[in-house]
């Protein structure tokens, strides 16, 4: 969304042109699409995706599952401007879970 609450795009996973399924970015005013995280970046597959607003701020806190190797590790970007297509300085914090985590709900 931009600052007046106006959804710009969406974020979504694809193997489109790849063997990996990463994370993009469509822009609805340009009507393109934007790699956000390439295989290179993270040669897995993406499982799921979550947006965390900063709430009054553009911009957000982006979790990503991605399954390596048949387990599910939680990788987190900051993205910071009017859309995740202005991502910069992305760094991405590696997470695994536990197995035991799909027992506890």
């Given at each position: 969304t931009d600052v007046s609450?106006?959804?710009t795009g969406v974020i979504f996973a694809s193997d489109e042109g790849g063997e990996f399924a990463t994370l993009r970015y469509y822009d609805i005013a340009s009507q393109k699409t934007k790699e956000l995280i390439s295989a290179e970046q993270v040669p897995?597959?993406?499982e799921d995706i979550e947006l965390l607003s900063f709430?009054?701020?553009v911009g957000g806190l982006?979790?990503?599952a991605y399954n390596e190797d048949g387990a599910s590790t939680l990788?987190?970007?900051v993205v910071d401007g009017e859309s995740p297509a202005a991502l910069t300085n992305?760094?991405?914090n590696r997470m695994h879970l536990p197995e035991s985590l799909g027992e506890l709900g």
């Open positions: 609450g106006r959804v897995w597959d993406v709430g009054h701020k982006v979790v990503v990788h987190t970007f992305v760094t991405l």
